[in-house]
């Protein structure tokens, strides 16, 4: 199936879209359902839109959760000063994708919203008060709101801890006091404690290139969670992970320690050589062209046999929206390539094809990849 570049598909995936949130705003009204299926079955492109739809939508209902109680409050608050009640009080709808239910705090799967009951038709309120309109505009905003506030809540604590940081797509260079420099990536953060005996910079998210001045009185050290990076004069990429650092280097010489694991990890890395550590400690070695080395400043990306799922968390950082893999076989499968992070999405579709996967707009800030 061919991407969102393809205007049919396009125009059916947002269809598709507003009819998801049709759906969830007025779940009873027999009409909007009738009309429904008649925008369904008239074109199998639609049928496609559709199931993508729902599958993306119900991915997020299993996660978002995890933040519901910072942001349910306020959609709550938004679709309350919009007039956009609940006519029984049992449910406190939150989007397209998501509804939690008070009493028993359970996500409502977003297929739910398509019923195939003969009852009676109810006219809902919410449809009877407002039109098509402004139940996707009002539908789009709690997606939104939802979303936001999933990927921006865990930020916020790394932010406030932060000296330097960095924004979606965002490339920062810092001179420090010793005249040492930090290239910060995307979506990055570090906080800088510098005394007389030791220059110490903490990782706290994403990545870095570090190119430091030499001073042997005060060893220049970078820690990315219990990963110490430890040198006197080089320059060096550290990428921190959910599974553990990446520490490349350009030029020098570094040491790399996680006292934590057992036995401890002690590692010396020179030119050209890449070392990934787990947090349990388990290590891989690689030699890497040094012209390769934190090749994220010239807006590039080089994947070999990496598998799908790390290569699109790279991206992430350049997208300012979500990106979700539907497919953990697929994320698992190895890719190699060079992309532009330059354009984020053109690279996305790059990866995916490389593994026979399709790249499909949802919504204008979510793109999901899911096998072809």
Known sequence: MAGTTDPIRAKASKEAT???????????????????????????????????????????????????????????????????????????????????????????????????STAPSRRSPVARRIGRRQLVGFGGMAIAASLLAFVMAPKIATTLQADYSTATAEVRTITLADASTVTLAPESAIRVRFDAGMRHIDLLEGEAFFDVTPNRERPFRVSSDAVDVTVLGTGFDVRREPGGTDVTVEHGLVRVDLDGAMPPVSELLEVGQTARVTWQGNVTRNDVPVGQVAVWRQAQLIAQDQPLGSVVDQVRRYYGGTIIVTDGGLAARPVTGVYNLADPVAALRGIARAQNGVVRQITPWVLVVSAS
Do not use: C, E
């Open 18 to 116: 507003d009819w998801l949130i049709l759906l969830q705003d007025a779940p009873d009204d027999r009409d909007i359902q009738t009309q429904f299926a008649t925008w369904r079955d008239r074109d199998p492109v639609n049928a496609q839109a559709w199931d993508a739809t729902v599958k993306a939508a119900d991915m997020m209902a299993g996660v978002l959760p995890i933040y519901a109680d910072r942001w349910q409050p306020a959609v709550a608050g938004m679709r309350a000063k919009n007039g956009d009640g609940v006519a029984d009080g049992s449910a406190q709808r939150v989007g397209a994708d998501h509804v939690v239910d008070q009493t028993q705090n359970q996500a409502r799967p977003a297929s739910s919203f398509v019923r195939s």
